[in-house]
């Protein structure tokens, strides 16, 4: 029995360090499931990375079109407005007066030409002939009595001073006929056609300065020129205006631009219709995807940098995005030639080096390789590893050297 006992106390302690030590080793534990990704050749996205600045990309700038005061702010500042929507009015104080007079020169000039179209009025001629028929019969009485009195004075029967008071007479007669031939005359022609396009050269001019003045009423009224969003809207209530004098800014913010700041060495990198991604600190898990529409013609100072203002445009459907706000901005360089590549997120940097994890007889085994050019998702890879090479996809597994693995899908 007690040969037994020691037996037991020899075994037992035994089987407990050589288990412990076939656990350690990893003898007894199981292969973890892991993916793998191929060596493949693709073409490399370089992504430039920067910052850039929000803007509206058509941007209606409004502006004071008279000078008045501001009588009626219709609209907040952030409103969505439709198109010709009433934003304020402007109050000028004179033209309620012009108008009233404009509209008085309309009225004179069209009662004008009613009379010009109408004529002379029967009894005004009647009047004038009658006239210069009474002129031409005294005309006729002084002659005959100048007459008589120069018969009279070869006679000696009158004095010189009779005959010359009936020469003045007859002078007198001779002028009222002329007079009332003239009258006569100008009623005829009063009504030609000259007075006829002289009135209506009137009417003309009073509509012209009537329809100006209406339309200088509606301009006092600032309408939305196109649907949008109002912003840095920078009058109140009663402040007078002068004409120019600015009033706020439109924009449809759905529609927007990003001036990114491209550092001059990287310039030559991009290119119109490269694509481009935006990032906001404001909503970090959105994005906001374009493309780079116009590049630039100078390089500019930014602070310590010397940047190219590159233009692109986005979509902004849920107008989250705002005007002038900074945002970071990715470029998407355009495509170099096809190079053997791995995914970035199986090579793994260890100092200098980089290295990818290998299954060998069923084990993870460290291998270090060489590489080249990377983008945010593939890196070059130009040694240590040949087209069609496969290597751990760890995801989010920790691999250690040794530990036992089994893939289980495709490589990627």
Not at 18 to 46: M, N, Y
Not at 73 to 84: C, F, N, Q, T
Not at 160 to 182: F, G, I, N, P
Not at 226 to 241: C, I, N, P, S, W
Request: charge should be negative; proline fraction near 5%; hydrophobic fraction near 40%.
């Amino acid at each position: 029995m007690k040969k037994a006992l020691l037996l037991l106390s020899i075994i037992v302690p035994t089987l407990v360090v050589v288990a412990s030590l076939f656990w350690t080793t990893g003898f007894f534990a199981k292969a973890q499931l892991i993916d793998l990704a191929e060596v493949t050749r693709a073409p490399l996205h370089r992504t430039i990375g920067t910052n850039g600045k929000v803007e509206a990309d058509r941007i209606s700038d409004l502006r004071a079109p008279l000078p008045g005061t501001c009588s009626r702010l219709s609209v907040p500042e952030g409103a969505h407005l439709r198109k010709g929507q009433e934003i304020l009015r402007i109050d000028d104080p004179s033209l309620p007066s012009q108008l009233a007079a404009a509209q008085a020169e309309l009225d004179a000039a069209q009662l004008d030409l009613h009379e010009v179209e109408r004529g002379p009025a029967p009894e005004e001629i009647n009047q004038a002939k009658s006239d210069t028929a009474k002129a031409k019969l005294a005309v006729d009485n002084a002659r005959k009595i100048q007459e008589t009195n120069e018969w009279l004075l070869a006679r000696a029967a009158i004095s010189r001073y009779d005959v010359e008071q009936s020469q003045h007479a007859l002078l007198a007669a001779e002028q009222e006929l002329a007079a009332a031939q003239t009258k006569l005359e100008d009623l005829k022609s009063k009504y030609g056609e000259l007075d006829l396009r002289r009135a209506r050269s009137r009417i003309d001019a009073g509509q012209a300065r009537l329809r100006f003045l209406k339309e200088t009423l509606d301009r006092l009224i600032v309408r939305a020129p196109e649907e949008g969003t109002l912003y840095q809207l920078r009058v109140k209530e009663g402040a007078y205006l002068n004409a120019g004098d600015p009033i706020g800014l439109l924009a449809d913010l759905s529609h927007l631009r990003v001036r990114a700041f491209v550092d001059e060495p990287e310039i030559g990198q991009v290119a119109i219709e490269d694509k481009i991604t935006i990032h906001w600190d404001a909503h970090p898990r959105e994005r906001w995807d374009g493309v780079v529409t116009k590049m630039p013609a100078e390089v500019v100072a930014l602070g310590t940098r010397s940047v190219a203002e590159v233009l692109c445009s986005i979509i902004n459907p849920q107008s989250t995005l705002i005007p002038n706000i900074n945002v970071d901005v990715e470029i998407q360089a355009a495509e170099g030639p096809a190079v053997p590549s791995l995914p970035r997120a199986v090579v793994f940097p260890e100092g200098s080096k980089e290295f990818v994890w290998l299954e060998v007889e069923g084990k993870a085994m460290k291998h270090y390789i060489q590489t080249g050019q990377s983008t945010s998702a593939r890196i070059e890879v130009t040694g240590g590893l040949s087209l069609g090479d496969k290597v751990i996809d760890p995801d989010d597994l920790a691999i250690t050297e040794g530990a036992k693995v089994r893939a289980r899908s495709h490589p990627k």
